[in-house]
């Protein structure tokens, strides 16, 4: 009689063998993936530029909305500054009280600007809340700016935040002082109105990004925390701090300042090859740092006269 045998006790059974990657296979793979994301790598911190970009155009363009809609209102722009002299001395003493403080109820901060006491100066005590506030546009996500510095007050000791601004309004051509005879439309204890600026709203420059100067100051201040010139090219700036600080984004880029406490600085951000900035009737242009020197003075003109260049 046959005899039934389980297959597995045959002599006759087949093992089946599992094959596994050598160590030459393994690390090709391995290769393959590092090659494929050093190139995917590019292109999405490119797409992510991109996006920071459109941010920070979106944030002068409601700038430039909030700039318009205070001079519809009140028939002039902000003043860029305001304090009992001139020209402007960039520290903590004085009135001070820049343009983005008054524009706050046009960008839906009107809490923000129900609680700025102005018969108090900029860094009075009682303005410290406002000064630490964060309103989301005043920075560009390009911007390694820190959130807030912390300072301390000679007088009591006590610590208080204080935050700065990717963002600053024109108020020179030229380096000079923050004071009432600077010619662009931000400037110390004058209103300038639309029909000051005869070279037209859009051929002159209103704001746009900045990286050096007064950010200790606050974004309340109008200094040069909140106050450029044109005389130089986009990024100019930039270069010559990152040269001088040894650093491309560290802290002594932001809390680098110059010797003269009465100088300002021209503009700068953190996009390849430009900034951003708006114009005089609330159009957002990315501007070359490889741009025209004369014509980048120029547009920080409100009444020169002269005719632009492309830009």
């Known amino acids: 009689m046959k005899r039934n045998v389980p297959h597995f006790q045959t002599g006759n059974s087949r093992r089946t063998r599992r094959r596994a990657f050598t160590l030459i296979e393994l690390l090709v793979v391995i290769a393959i993936i590092a090659i494929l994301v050093s190139l995917l790598l590019p292109a999405v911190q490119q797409a992510r530029e991109a996006a920071r970009r459109s ?3 979106n944030n002068l363009m409601q700038l430039g909305i909030a700039i318009i809609n205070y001079e519809h209102q009140w028939e002039t722009f902000p003043l860029g ?12 003493k004085g009135y001070h009280v820049g343009w983005m403080v ?13 609680k700025f006491d102005f018969t108090k100066g900029a860094y009075d005590p009682a303005n410290r809340e406002v000064a630490a506030y964060r309103p989301h546009w005043r920075h560009c996500p390009s911007s390694p700016l820190p959130d807030y510095f912390n ?15 990717s963002y600053a309004g024109v108020h020179h051509s030229k380096q000079a002082p923050i004071d009432t005879d600077n010619n662009g439309i931000f400037v110390l204890n004058r209103a300038i109105s639309a029909h000051d600026v005869t070279d037209g709203l859009s051929h002159t420059l209103m704001a746009g990004e900045k990286i050096s100067g007064g950010h200790k100051l606050g974004w309340v201040s109008g200094t040069r925390a909140t106050l450029c010139n044109t005389a130089t090219a986009p990024n100019e700036i930039k270069y010559e701090v990152e040269k001088e600080t040894g650093t491309r984004a560290g802290d002594a880029v932001f809390e680098w300042e110059p010797e003269d406490p009465k100088a300002t600085l021209g503009f700068a951000g953190f996009h390849t090859d430009g900034a951003q900035f708006v114009l005089g009737d609330g159009s957002v242009r990315f501007i070359s740092e490889n741009v025209d020197v004369e014509t980048f003075s120029q547009l920080g003109n409100r009444h020169d006269g002269e005719l632009l260049r492309e830009f």
Do not use: Q, Y
């Not at 008054?102 to 129900?114: K, Q, S, T, V, Y």
């Not at 300072?151 to 601004?165: H, I, M, N, P, R």
């Open 55 to 57: 941010s920070c155009k």
């Open 81 to 92: 500054s305001a304090n009992a002299t001139g020209p402007i001395i960039n520290e903590r």
């Open 102 to 114: 008054r524009i706050l109820p046009h960008m839906d901060d009107g809490n923000a600007f129900d």
């Open 151 to 165: 300072l301390v007050d000679e007088e009591t000791g006590e610590s208080f935040e204080v935050v700065g601004t």
